[in-house]
């Protein structure tokens, strides 16, 4: 196990609340424990965003494209201090000011890992200046490009196997900002932020 794998996630409820903790690994073992995340996506002055592919050695939807930079806050850590310090370890960039412009929860199997992502991810808009280096890590990052978030959600329904099962879910509450949550998922049920014909990664693999 990575030493990342060991580390301590927020375990909350439907609303939000923490009722708890546990690692990395034990909450992404099926069937899943739900947690606080973050998902950040930097956005260049021209409206362009940053997405990353996960490299290979990733034990959730490895060689997926995702937004800029995921992570899980340590228990009480506060989420800005937490996705910068995520944004200089995966990147090498920050630290960038974040704005929270949703909240969803979405449960997603990995065909590939047979790990599950069962996540309250709150989606944090950073301001990326353009002369800001990025230094990626290449243990968690395979590749980078800018992209248009409106095309993005294009290509996410022409693609999806292409794209971590999230991105949908994060690319929408960027470009429809609204600090709330969709709605609570479940192991058998539809999970908020995944297109309804993806039913093979959202239960039980393919």
Do not use: I
Not at 116 to 138: I, N, T
Not at 159 to 173: E, H, I, K, M, T
Request: aromatic share 6%; hydrophobic share 35%; charged share 25%.
């Amino acid at each position: 196990m990575s030493s990342r794998e060991e580390h301590l996630v927020e375990l909350v409820d439907d609303a939000g609340r923490a009722r708890g903790q546990t690692t990395v690994a034990a909450a992404h073992q099926p069937p899943g424990h739900l947690h606080r995340a973050f998902s950040v996506l930097l956005v260049d002055p021209d409206g362009q965003v940053l997405l990353q592919r996960r490299a290979a050695v990733k034990t959730r939807f490895p060689l997926r494209w995702a937004n800029s930079c995921c992570g899980h806050p340590q228990p009480g850590e506060p989420l800005a201090e937490a996705a910068n310090r995520r944004l200089r370890e995966e990147l090498g960039t920050g630290p960038v000011e974040l704005t929270e412009v949703g909240v969803y929860v979405y449960y997603a199997e990995d065909p590939a890992t047979g790990r599950v992502e069962f996540e309250y991810d709150h989606v944090l808009r950073g301001e990326f200046r353009p002369a800001a280096p990025l230094l990626p890590d290449p243990d968690e990052v395979a590749e980078l490009r800018w992209a248009d978030p409106a095309a993005l959600e294009a290509e996410l329904d022409r693609d999806p196997r292409s794209y971590a099962p999230w991105l949908g879910g994060v690319v929408n509450r960027l470009l429809r900002p609204s600090g709330s949550t969709s709605g609570v998922p479940g192991p058998a049920g539809t999970p908020s932020g995944s297109s309804a014909d993806d039913a093979a990664e959202r239960s039980g693999g393919r």
